[in-house]
């Protein structure tokens, strides 16, 4: 990170106007100031009467991803009819949009930190003044708290849940800043901390575009019989052999037994327990009125196993009654099958063969499954399938957390950094 994250806490000659923690070379200065935010930002009313910008230049406004440009983020511009009116928008600019979203009923403030572009009327457009980072002001409305707090007691709300707020009115609110020095200076740690986020996030990304690649080479395509990358101890094997569900597994209906954890099948995380859910279940209270499943074998949701919901049981645990649980035969190593199932191909397969008049009401019975033909390699190579596809997703978990960890991290930087607008009206 370009900004050393080192802080020390508030000294007590400071004000008590101010934030938690604060970089070394402020330590002594003074304590913030609770300031009307028209102390640092005017209304912008240029318009494109001249029509120097064009529908390629329109931005919309992301509560995640701040000002963007709509052909470039959504793939096609959403001009009216004409963009005479429409509000110029210089980088660095303020621009508050007054739609209401959900985590943020009161519309949201975003800097521009793009190219120069125009907005619809109903965006507010605001340039920052001398004493004015605007990028600090980005980041300080980006807390959902304080963007909404701030907001609140200023706008309105019309019958029909519309904004009903001047433009200038919306800088009449107070907020609590430091001198110019140190606003950029916080305005710097936190664009670094975002640099690394956005990173590691297109890393992940990254890691699960070449799986889903990999997954097509490792995996022959619909009419064909191998597939096009092999393992090399397997480049002599021949196709892979048709044989039909009912070979591979058998329908396991053994009753549940007490003492062992409840799970439920999930189309994205496989098999979870249901102690990890925030929300309350209604089990069957007699365990033997559950299906009990072995370590290694597949449980699937009749319901939803056309969307992939299935997956490979950790431990023995037991599922609910509606589910079907498929016992692993000799040649049949489950884990690949985790995998195979998910196959676009496999999906479209098992969609053809599950009963019901509408999708919403598909069911895919063991009776069914067991007469789908499926194209499999021999145990060896599923195996070797699986475990180069395990220990990629074990690589793409891990970097999923250092993604989620700096997420964390920075929301909980920010709560030192900034003083809330509660705590600044105190």
Known sequence: ???????????????????????????????????????????????????????ADVISVSGEYGCVNQIEFMGRSYAGASVKDYHVVERGDIVYTKSPLKKNPFGIIKENKGRRGIVSTLYAVYHPSPD?????????????????????????????????????????GDICVPDLPEQRKIAACLDSLDAL?????????????????????????????????RFPEFQNSGDWETKLGGELFAN???????????????????????????????????PAGNRKVHRGDIAYNMMR???????????????SPAYVVLRPR?????????????????????TVNSRGLTKDRLRLYFDDFAK??????????????????ASLDNIIVSDARKLETLKTHKKGLMQQLFPSVAEADA
């Open 252 to 286: 396991r209906k053994e009753r549940g037994e007490a003492g062992l954890p409840i799970y439920s099948v999930t189309i994205h995380d496989g098999m979870v327990p249901r102690s990890s859910f925030d929300r309350n279940f209604y089990d069957i209270e007699d």
């Open 330 to 350: 000799s040649e049949s190593f489950s884990e690949f099958f985790a995998y195979f199932f998910k196959l676009p191909q496999s999906l479209r397969k098992l």
């Open 197 to 229: 986020i956005a990173a590691q996030g297109r890393k992940v990304e990254a890691l699960r575009v070449h799986k889903r690649g990999l997954m097509q080479w490792l995996f022959p395509q619909e009419g064909e019989t191998q597939p096009r990358l």
């Open 1 to 55: 990170m370009s900004s050393k994250v080192e802080f020390s806490a508030a000294t007590a000659g400071m004000s008590t106007l101010g934030p938690k923690r604060r970089f070394p070379e402020f330590k002594e200065a003074t304590g913030w100031r609770n300031t009307k935010l028209n102390s640092l930002l005017f209304e912008a009313k240029h318009r494109n009467r001249s029509l120097e910008l064009g529908p």
């Open 305 to 319: 196993m056309w969307q992939g919901a299935l997956g490979t049981a950790s431990e023995d645990c037991l599922v």
């Open 372 to 389: 789908m033909p499926l194209s499999v390699p021999g145990k060896a190579e599923q195996r070797r399938i699986a475990d180069c596809l």
């Open 132 to 172: 004015c980072c605007p990028t600090y002001l980005d980041h300080f409305f980006s807390v959902d708290f304080n963007l909404n707090s701030y907001l609140q007691p200023i706008v309105r709300k019309g019958a029909k849940n519309d904004m009903k707020v001047n433009n200038a009115d919306v800088l009449k």
